[in-house]
């Protein structure tokens, strides 16, 4: 399911990069094509379906982040942070002095 909610995250995202790419801030963009009178849709309405198309994949985008989050699979994670936590349980203190030898060791006279 997570990986479906991911791939279908993708697909959102690079719906919403073309459907932005195509609009222009100054009436242009795919609008601008279509200024015959006589159109179907007409530029009023291409300009008007290209908006509701960007704010429908965004606030798609949303939902299926929340999603995502939500069902996000935690098995590996908690794996991994036992791991962690055995080996900083098990870690030394690094407070602790090494004990190092106090006595000089006697040479033998024959040497």
């Known amino acids: 399911m997570y990986t479906l909610i991911t791939i279908l995250i993708v697909a959102v995202c690079v719906f919403l990069t073309l459907i932005v790419l195509v609009q222009n801030s100054k009436g242009g963009g795919l609008a601008a094509n279509f200024s015959a009178s006589n159109q179907i849709m007409g530029v009023r309405k291409t300009a008007d379906f290209l908006e509701k198309a960007t704010w429908t994949l965004a606030g798609s985008l949303i939902v299926l982040c929340i999603l995502a989050a939500l069902i996000l699979p ?31 060791p006697l040479t033998s006279p024959e040497e």
């Open 74 to 104: 935690s098995t590996g994670v908690n794996v991994n942070r036992s791991i962690l936590d055995s080996q900083i349980e098990n870690a030394a203190d690094p407070t602790t002095m090494p004990s190092f030898p106090t006595t000089i």
